[in-house]
């Protein structure tokens, strides 16, 4: 089988929706951790010239980028254990509802990226989108995808981890159980399915990580 | 059973046009209604509840929404005529990439150029110029951007062309003297049916943004 590379900047989670593909279906990849933030390599601009951005997927040479175009050509290149229905309508609504999350992304981020005022005012339009992705996203499904995991699950990976860290450093709830009571429940059962139990970033780690993230970008806003 | 197939769309919306291509290049026979965006009609709200957006494709009463989604729904139920998207995975990926890079880059640009002024529209125009070559280099010396055959990315491109005119006119600068090659391939996109008898006059486009300029306030 040819070689399958994946460029990655730890914990980035459009970098683990990549993982999550490729351990799912089973394919074997080599990582390599990209210095994204202070010193991008040769390698990563040649293969991603357009944007120089992980995560970017190299397959028998030739690479992908953008985390959902790539999902795709997992998808399309590995068909075994689908992340896509069969049916062109299903399709339809998993891709909608992954390019949600990528349109909402900004809106959802928003808690981790700002405080006071500025903050209530994200923490509140992202629980508006988290509403819409609870209620007509979601709905009583076991997964989005179903009853597996699909597209649109690992695109909201992020809620089932990235966010208790972010909530933990903030001090920002964005998903109450009493509240988000059908996500609450999905962030269980995504969290404890083996293959994702198994490869998510330590939590401690991330929270030094993050801490000095939000630094950062304190720090921008005030410049 | 036949198949029922309706589009909500906006004759001016360049996401619209890209499903009207689309049904056009597979000659489906559909019902266009023309939504008003300032008083959407209870079926656009019905069928689109999340963003209340057109184009929504309604396809033996099930909605589909977002322009490149339908356009893949569309290829993918009526299969067997005129394949929009390359059979290649790689190349598809590469067809899908470069229509994110249009939606990203090329759409926010095109907007500061009809709503902004002086140096805001300035780095609109540089903005957008900048897009179009990358793209243009993207295209390189094929007829088409996968290749011999008119597909998903240069109809997720051409629609643009419509608003040219408008964008040359209220940004006073020309795109042609700038993308040349890119220019020869939008009016050889525009010799097939599908997409002239698809795409408005730019003339309305025009006139059409003058009066959304005036309803924003942004004369």
């Known amino acids: 089988m040819a070689q399958v590379t994946l460029l990655g900047a730890w914990p980035s989670p459009f970098v683990y929706r990549v993982i999550w593909a490729l351990k799912l279906k089973g394919v074997d990849y080599e990582y390599v951790e990209e210095d994204i933030l202070y010193n991008k390599s040769e390698r990563l601009l040649k293969y991603n010239p357009v944007h120089k951005m992980v995560p970017v997927l190299v ?40 390019k949600f999350g990528e349109d909402k992304n900004p809106a959802l981020f928003g808690f981790l990226r700002t ?50 860290v972010w909530s933990e450093i903030t001090g920002v709830t964005l998903i109450e159980a009493e509240s988000f009571p059908r ?24 929270l030094t990580h993050y801490k000095d993230r939000r630094a950062t970008f304190l720090a921008l806003a005030k410049s | ?82 394949p929009l998207l390359p059979s ?15 939606d990203k880059k090329l759409y926010d640009a ?8 002086g140096e805001e529209q300035e780095t609109a125009k540089k903005e957008f110029i900048e897009a179009l070559k990358v793209l243009e280099g993207e295209l390189g010396g094929k007829p088409y951007f ?21 964008y040359e006119t209220l940004g006073n600068f020309s795109i042609e003297a700038e993308c040349p090659k890119l220019i ?12 002239s008898k698809s795409l408005p006059d730019p003339k309305k486009v025009y006139e059409y943004i003058l009066e959304m300029k005036k309803k924003l306030g942004v004369e």
């Not at chain 1, 609450?184 to 059962?189: E, K, V």
């Not at chain 2, 290649?88 to 249009?102: G, K, V």
């Not at chain 2, 990315?153 to 643009?160: R, S």
């Open chain 2, 1 to 82: 059973m036949a198949d029922v197939v309706i589009l909500l769309d906006a004759y001016a919306s360049v996401f619209g046009m890209r499903v009207r291509v689309a049904l056009a290049e597979k000659g489906i026979k559909y019902e266009y209604r023309e939504e008003d965006l300032r008083n959407k009609s209870q079926l656009l709200l019905k069928m689109n509840p999340v963003h209340k957006k057109i184009p929504v494709l309604i396809h033996n009463g099930k909605p589909v929404c977002e322009s490149l989604i339908i356009v893949h729904y569309i290829d993918e139920v009526w299969k067997d005529k005129a």
């Open chain 1, 59 to 98: 397959h028998a040479g030739k690479p992908i980028a953008e985390s959902a175009v790539i999902l795709e050509y997992i998808e399309e290149t590995w068909p075994q254990n689908p992340l896509l229905p069969k049916d062109p309508h299903g399709r339809a609504l998993a891709r909608f509802w992954t």
């Open chain 2, 88 to 102: 290649d995975p790689y190349q598809r990926a590469q067809a899908r990439f470069w229509a994110d890079f249009i």
């Open chain 2, 110 to 117: 095109q907007k500061k150029i009809w709503t902004a002024k």
């Open chain 2, 146 to 166: 996968m290749g011999e055959r008119f597909g998903f990315l240069d109809i997720a491109l051409i629609t643009f062309y419509s608003w040219f005119h408008t």
């Open chain 1, 115 to 164: 405080e006071g005022e500025q903050q209530v005012k994200a923490t509140k339009e992202g629980q508006e989108q988290l509403r819409i992705l609870e209620e007509q996203g979601l709905g009583d499904k076991k997964f989005f995808g179903g009853d597996e995991i699909g597209m649109a699950d690992l695109e909201f990976g992020w809620l089932a981890w990235w966010l208790e």
């Open chain 2, 184 to 195: 020869s391939w939008a009016k050889r996109c525009m010799q097939k049916e599908s997409v």
């Open chain 1, 183 to 206: 996500l609450h429940a999905w962030i269980q059962r995504f969290k404890e399915f083996p293959t994702i139990k198994e490869t998510l970033p330590d939590r401690s780690a991330m």
